[in-house]
């Protein structure tokens, strides 16, 4: 019997530490899809608006381009970096989430 309700505590605390962990699962998916909408909007500059802005630059025209340590987003790479990080990342997670939902996965 002492076996069997080890096995039940042990279990409970697994359960305990899941129930911990939604909300903050839950949390990490709003953050994703803010991250998901600020990587379309910095795709989107990079598409539609860096090169016009390199242009006026280069012509003379000065900007500010302090920042908040990060690179300045009119560093040719900067943007581009940022895609291919949240590309590793968002691939990351699809084969987390793929792998926790097919009962053939082994761990």
Known sequence: MNKLQNKINETQKKYDE???????????????QRAVMLIRELENF???????????MEDGEEFD??????????????????FCDFQRIA?????????????????
């Open 91 to 107: 691939w990351a997670r699809i084969r987390e989430a793929t792998a926790a939902l097919d009962p053939n996965e082994q761990e």
């Open 65 to 82: 381009l302090k920042t908040n340590g990060n690179l300045s987003v009119m560093n040719e790479d900067a943007v581009w970096n940022a």
């Open 46 to 56: 990079a598409a539609d608006d860096f090169l016009h802005i390199y242009e006026v």
């Open 18 to 32: 899941l129930c911990e962990l939604l909300p903050e699962l839950e949390a990490d998916l709003v953050r994703f």
